[in-house]
């Protein structure tokens, strides 16, 4: 029966659905903008990652090694794209 | 009428009518031309649905030598123009237009499908495959890429050319400077051209990935294949970012939006940046597939196997890591602080230790070689130094402080030129060169191949090189005219004679093209250069299947050890072959996005939602088909290697 019984998917799901209720509070709480998107930010990666591994299967095929190469790969040029644009436009702009 | 004026052009001149003439007479000659000789039902069955990679190669390669011509004559133009100072060949306007069409026609128009062309028709050979990993999606990507360069091209003779720069800088672009539909085009057709690259970046990745063939490990795939591998997986990575860019132009331009607009919270410095980290990688995306294409020439022709095979391939990785932390410094000037800037700076010269690195393995791979100057062979000697020059004088612009001097001037002009033309248009020429008898089953004229790369580099040195020394005396770009107290008036008639020297040396390919077409000799081998990969293993024409049994690979370069140390390729029986069927659908979706695009560039909104509904049908439709291919059955494919065996 064990083994019947898919427990990480069930577990996956209750957790993802333990993020979107985390990520709903920031509509029904009154936080400051910062403390919301820091949230928001927070469990949207967490729930991408979780959807990625557990329903989509991404570490269960041959092509372990590519798909993850390429989603970190996808993460790095993400962040660089974001902060480099924050650091040109904003940070570093007189 | 009130309802036609929006297709006049705003901007009119008799060469104008005289091209709208010409474009209709060509279509009608066309038109006629297939009905008299009926090639109707040939063109559909042979080419329009056709998924095979070896015609959807030679599609790109028609496309881009088209594109190449259209692009040349912009040049000659703006050339023209210039040559004398206070010149009343063009005005303002006609000279912004040009400009900004002959760069996105070169770069989106010409050097990618080149690079497309060489990539779709070789890399599967050289990974031993029957086809790409997606062979209907390959012909969709074409059908887009093509349909969004007709869509651009219509620009000039329909409602206005775009007029921003290739670049399209906001808040130049915006409504308010570019009141004509030419930017509306430039943001659609790009976007769908863009499209298609993106699906081709998915598609090879893919295959590359998953189809090479037994034995082939990473690291014992052909130069070209890797070099196709990185720029695939670069456009997968960068090309979202000019979606993004482009809907949110469009949407700023169509629909109100204040994404980069100077008011309303818009900030129109993002497109630039935006447009930039999108734009620098897609530099790497031409070049890298080039540096492939020389390094299979180099070590073909001086019959040596590539100088470290290893530090080539951690070049590039490394290239495509950095060429996304680059961008800004496209614009130095923009405003960032000497942090911002420096960072920048040192990103951008750090990317010319593994550029360095691959130019060292060329020469060292050429070192000791029993060197034999072919035509391609040729363009590649010449590209290592005249591409070495664009090089440092890259170098010299990674300088942010430096950099605030040739911002803007024709030195700028010149080092990117410096860099596309011998490394990547010279490396597209000398792959046609050297993989013309693939595809075509005869060779190019040698004699006239290499006047062909004599004249394009003499040419290319008396053209832009005195740019180098206009641009530092200060002679900014994008500027029509110039008065003759400047003193920019010899060097521009020298830059003048270089493009037309350029000129003649397409002329010439042109020519060898016809020429050979009726004078070689067709009696070739399946290998005329005695080459070391995969692709020469199979008949000349490619078969269909292009392998009859799959080549089992234990070394790199497993064809010349076939040749040379008498390991087997073909172990295998023949066996029935499994192929995809071909299909329409790819090229009817390409006309409807056309339609969609050229409702969208005028806001005819009706006709928008009908075509965009026509486009979901068609993906629906996809969805739904059960298309399980084909078999080719032992019998024929006997029939077929017994006849081309025959014809050697």
Same mark, same amino acid.
Request: no cysteine; charged share 5%; hydrophobic share 55%.
């Given at each position: 029966m064990k083994e019947l019984f898919p427990a990480k998917q069930v577990m996956g799901f209750v957790f993802s659905l333990i993020l979107t209720a985390v990520a709903l509070l920031v509509y029904f709480m009154d936080m400051s903008f910062e403390l919301g998107m820091t949230v928001l930010l927070v469990t949207a990666f967490i729930q991408a990652g979780l959807q990625l591994v557990v329903f989509m299967h991404a570490g269960e095929s041959e092509d372990k090694a590519a798909i993850y190469t390429n989603v970190y790969y996808g993460l790095f040029i993400a962040l660089v794209t974001i902060f480099g644009t924050l650091l040109c436009m904003i940070w570093g702009y007189i | 009428? +009130?309802?036609? +004026?929006?297709?006049?052009?705003?901007?009119?001149?008799?060469?104008?009518?005289?091209? *709208? @003439?010409?474009?209709?007479?060509?279509?009608?000659?066309?038109? %006629?031309?297939l009905t008299y000789f009926k090639k109707w039902g040939y063109l559909w069955r042979e080419w329009l649905t056709t998924v095979d990679h070896k015609r959807i190669g030679i599609m790109y390669l028609i496309s881009a030598l088209l594109m190449l011509f259209r692009g040349g004559v912009d040049a000659i133009m703006l050339r023209a123009q210039l040559a004398t100072p206070d010149a009343k060949l063009l005005d303002a306007q006609h000279y912004n237009e040009i400009f900004s069409t002959h760069g996105v026609v070169m770069i989106l128009f010409m050097a990618m499908p080149f690079i497309m062309a060489l990539m779709n028709f070789v890399v599967p050979l050289q990974i031993g495959a029957r086809d790409v990993a997606f062979p209907r999606l390959n012909a969709l990507s074409f059908w887009l890429f093509f349909m969004g360069a007709m869509l651009f091209n219509i620009s000039f003779v329909i409602g206005g050319s775009p007029d921003a720069g290739w670049t399209s800088y906001f808040p130049l672009a915006g409504n308010e400077f570019s009141e004509s539909v030419g930017t509306n085009y430039y943001m659609i057709a790009i976007q769908i051209a863009g499209i298609g690259?993106?699906?081709?970046?998915?598609?090879?990745?893919?295959?590359?990935?998953?189809?090479?063939?037994?034995?082939?490990?990473?690291?014992k795939m052909p130069m070209f294949t890797w070099s196709s591998l990185v720029a695939n997986v670069i456009i997968v990575f960068a090309f979202p970012v000019l979606t993004v860019a482009l809907a949110m132009g469009t949407m700023d331009r169509l629909f109100g939006t204040n994404f980069f607009t100077t008011d309303n919270g818009g900030m129109d410095m993002l497109w630039a940046n935006l447009f930039w980290v999108w734009g620098h990688p897609e530099v790497y995306i031409l070049i890298l597939p080039a540096f492939g294409i020389y390094s299979e020439i180099i070590s073909t022709f001086a019959r040596r196997n590539l100088y470290g095979y290893k530090s080539m391939v951690f070049s590039m990785v490394i290239i495509a890591g950095y060429s996304f932390l680059v961008w800004a410094h496209h614009f130095f000037t923009m405003g960032?602080? %000497?942090?911002?800037?420096?960072?920048?700076?040192?990103?951008?010269?750090?990317?010319?230790?593994p550029t360095g690195v691959k130019i060292f393995n060329w020469l060292f791979t050429l070192w000791k070689g029993k060197i034999e100057i072919t035509t391609p062979m040729l363009y590649a000697i010449l590209f290592i130094p005249l591409f070495t020059i664009g090089g440092v004088?890259?170098?010299?612009?990674?300088?942010?402080?430096? +950099?605030?001097?040739?911002?803007?001037?024709?030195?700028?002009? %010149?080092?990117?030129?410096?860099?596309?033309?011998?490394?990547? @248009?010279?490396?597209?020429? %000398?792959?046609?060169?050297?993989?013309?008898?693939?595809?075509?089953?005869? *060779?190019?004229?040698?004699?006239?191949?290499k006047w062909a790369a004599w004249l394009l580099s003499i040419g290319f040195l008396?053209?832009? *090189?005195?740019?180098?020394?206009?641009?530092? +005396?200060?002679?900014?770009?994008?500027?029509?005219?110039?008065?003759?107290?400047?003193?920019?008036?010899?060097?521009?008639?020298?830059?003048?004679?270089?493009a037309l020297i350029m000129a003649v040396g397409f002329a010439v390919i042109v020519y060898n093209i016809y020429y050979s077409i009726r004078y070689a000799s067709r009696d070739i081998s399946a290998d005329p250069w005695d080459a070391r990969t995969l692709e020469w293993a199979t008949h000349t024409p490619v078969p269909e299947y292009n392998f009859a049994v799959v080549p089992q690979v234990n070394s790199i370069e497993a064809y010349w050890d076939s040749k040379k140390k008498g390991q087997v390729l073909f172990k295998d029986k023949y066996e029935k072959i499994h192929m995809p069927n071909s299909s329409g659908v790819p090229f009817i979706m390409g006309c409807i996005f056309f339609a969609w695009g050229f409702s969208f560039v005028?806001?005819?909104? @009706?006709?928008?939602?009908?075509?965009?509904?026509g486009i979901f049908v068609c993906m629906a439709l996809r969805s739904f088909e059960k298309d399980h291919g084909h078999y080719i059955s032992v019998e024929e494919v006997e029939e077929t290697e017994t006849k081309l065996r025959g014809a050697k």
């Open positions: - | 009428m +009130d309802f036609f +004026d929006r297709f006049a052009i705003p901007h009119p001149s008799p060469a104008i009518y005289a091209s *709208m @003439v010409a474009i209709g007479l060509t279509m009608i000659a066309v038109l %006629a031309g690259t993106l699906m081709t970046g998915i598609n090879f990745m893919t295959t590359i990935l998953k189809m090479r063939a037994p034995g082939m490990t990473l690291m960032q602080g %000497a942090l911002t800037n420096s960072i920048f700076s040192i990103t951008t010269m750090a990317i010319a230790v004088t890259g170098v010299m612009l990674a300088m942010s402080a430096a +950099d605030y001097q040739y911002h803007n001037t024709m030195f700028l002009v %010149a080092h990117f030129h410096n860099v596309i033309i011998p490394g990547v @248009v010279f490396a597209m020429l %000398a792959g046609l060169t050297y993989y013309w008898p693939k595809m075509f089953g005869f *060779m190019l004229n040698e004699k006239l191949g008396l053209a832009f *090189m005195p740019m180098y020394i206009t641009g530092l +005396d200060g002679q900014a770009r994008r500027m029509y005219t110039y008065s003759e107290s400047t003193g920019y008036g010899p060097l521009n008639m020298v830059s003048f004679i270089g005028f806001g005819l909104w @009706v006709p928008l939602i009908l075509t965009t509904i």
